[in-house]
């Protein structure tokens, strides 16, 4: 009897729709031989009952998605609990989906549309160039969170973030005001947004400074631990002469440091490195990590706002560029 229902399970058994419904959510106002009866009949009928669907279909009704670009981004991590606490306060409920750094959101959005159907996503990190390709295929209200880019302009997308280009540049500035010029940057490809604009900040601090920026001195990194301390044991590799390191995120910045010391190199002594983002890890490592930090808190909270707004009244899409500040750790000194 294949696609029964518990309307086929009551009709077998000659019990009401509500017994069965009863039965199955384990209530205890159902005589025992009642409810073994009921049991027998699901047995025999191999029905399977989904004891989820109504929870799901309440969940569903008042959920939101959000995407999450990179599984080992630890800035992510402290930030989505401040989302979903966000979320729970306008009464919504968050899916969290996963992808891999190098995966395409909007793809991936798609697809959990046509399966949950949401009433909004969040995109925690993504790709402008696949959102200018496929963004006009998603249907719902949504926010770009932590990314900010005036190529980007869409009726149902939102933007929340940092101006990242002004951060680096403060970040690398501040290495400058302590003394270096000799400067390497950590950080990622051509393909990542954040990372273009943060490379552009800190050349136009280098330049306005008088420094020319050394390709040399640019590491290749995606933004984990592992694959910054690759990237700065091939800088040291090649003789890489630098005081100080820009990082472009603070796992970066403390893969960095793992590959620095395990040199047999001192931080700040021999080297003074400033990370980006301001995860909770940065003021528990040793040294304190100088960095520059995102106001995550404020980020989702106003992410949420947004979202709600366009979801329960219409509201057109904005965008919000917040202030990031520096937090002065012991990881930097002068020289």
Same mark, same amino acid.
């Not at 390709?133 to 932590?146: C, D, E, Q, R, Y």
């Not at 390191?245 to 910045?253: C, E, G, P, Q, T």
């Given at each position: 009897m294949?696609?029964l229902?518990i309307k086929?399970?009551?009709?077998i058994?000659g019990?009401?729709?509500?017994?069965?419904?009863r039965?199955i959510?384990?209530?205890?106002d159902?005589?025992?031989?009642?409810?073994?009866?009921?049991?027998?009949?699901?047995?025999?009928?191999?029905?399977?009952?989904?004891?989820?669907?109504?929870?799901?279909?309440i969940?569903?009704?008042?959920?939101l998605?959000?995407?999450?670009?990179g599984?080992?981004?630890?800035?992510?991590?402290?930030?989505?609990?401040?989302?979903?606490?966000?979320?729970t306060l306008?009464?919504?409920?968050?899916?969290?989906?996963?992808?891999?750094?190098?995966?395409?959101?909007?793809?991936?959005?798609?697809k959990?549309?046509?399966?949950i159907?949401p009433?909004?996503?969040?995109?925690l990190?993504g790709?402008?160039a696949?959102?200018?390709?496929?963004?006009?295929?998603i249907?719902v209200?949504?926010?770009?969170?932590?990314?900010?880019?005036?190529? #980007?302009?869409f @009726?149902n997308? !939102?933007?929340?973030? &940092?101006?990242? %280009?002004?951060? +680096?540049?403060? *970040?690398?500035?501040?290495l400058?005001q302590?003394?270096h010029?000799?400067?390497?940057? #950590?950080?990622g @490809?051509?393909t !990542?947004?954040?990372? &273009?604009?943060? %490379?552009?900040? +800190?050349?136009? *601090?280098?330049?306005?400074?008088?420094?020319?920026?050394?390709?040399?001195?640019?590491? #290749?990194?995606?933004?984990?631990f592992?694959?910054a301390?690759?990237?700065?044991?091939?800088?040291?590799a090649?003789?890489?002469?630098?005081?100080?390191?820009?990082?472009?995120?603070d796992?970066?910045? #403390?893969?960095?440091?793992?590959?620095?010391v395990?040199a047999?190199l001192?931080?700040?002594e021999?080297v003074?490195?400033?990370?980006?983002?301001g995860i909770t890890?940065?003021?528990?490592?040793?040294p304190?990590l100088?960095?520059?930090?995102?106001?995550s808190?404020?980020i989702?909270?106003?992410?949420?706002?947004?979202?709600?707004?366009?979801?329960e009244?219409?509201?057109?899409?904005?965008?919000?560029?917040?202030q990031p500040?520096?937090q002065?750790g012991?990881?930097?000194r002068?020289?």
């Amino acid at each position: 009897m294949p696609n029964l229902t518990i309307k086929d399970i009551a009709r077998i058994s000659g019990c009401s729709v509500s017994t069965i419904s009863r039965v199955i959510n384990d209530r205890p106002d159902v005589r025992p031989e009642t409810k073994e009866h009921v049991l027998k009949v699901m047995r025999e009928a191999g029905f399977v009952p989904n004891t989820n669907a109504r929870q799901l279909k309440i969940q569903q009704s008042r959920s939101l998605v959000f995407v999450v670009k990179g599984t080992r981004n630890l800035f992510f991590s402290d930030f989505l609990v401040q989302l979903q606490r966000a979320a729970t306060l306008y009464g919504y409920n968050g899916i969290v989906s996963y992808l891999d750094e190098n995966a395409n959101e909007i793809d991936a959005a798609e697809k959990i549309l046509r399966e949950i159907k949401p009433k909004g996503m969040i995109f925690l990190g993504g790709s402008v160039a696949n959102f200018k390709k496929g963004f006009a295929n998603i249907t719902v209200p949504s926010v770009l969170t932590t990314l900010v880019s005036d190529e #980007l302009d869409f @009726p149902n997308l !939102s933007m929340v973030g &940092v101006d990242d %280009r002004a951060a +680096a540049y403060t *970040a690398v500035d501040y290495l400058i005001q302590q003394g270096h010029r000799k400067i390497a940057v #950590l950080g990622g @490809p051509v393909t !990542s947004y954040p990372s &273009v604009m943060r %490379r552009e900040g +800190a050349q136009q *601090a280098m330049q306005d400074a008088g420094i020319l920026f050394n390709d040399k001195l640019y590491g #290749l990194s995606n933004y984990d631990f592992e694959s910054a301390y690759h990237a700065v044991n091939s800088l040291l590799a090649r003789r890489a002469d630098f005081t100080a390191l820009f990082a472009m995120s603070d796992v970066i910045a #403390l893969g960095a440091i793992r590959a620095l010391v395990s040199a047999g190199l001192r931080v700040p002594e021999d080297v003074s490195v400033i990370g980006f983002d301001g995860i909770t890890m940065s003021r528990y490592c040793v040294p304190v990590l100088t960095t520059v930090v995102q106001p995550s808190e404020q980020i989702s909270l106003q992410s949420i706002e947004l979202l709600v707004r366009q979801i329960e009244h219409g509201a057109p899409a904005q965008t919000i560029t917040l202030q990031p500040e520096l937090q002065q750790g012991e990881s930097v000194r002068a020289i």
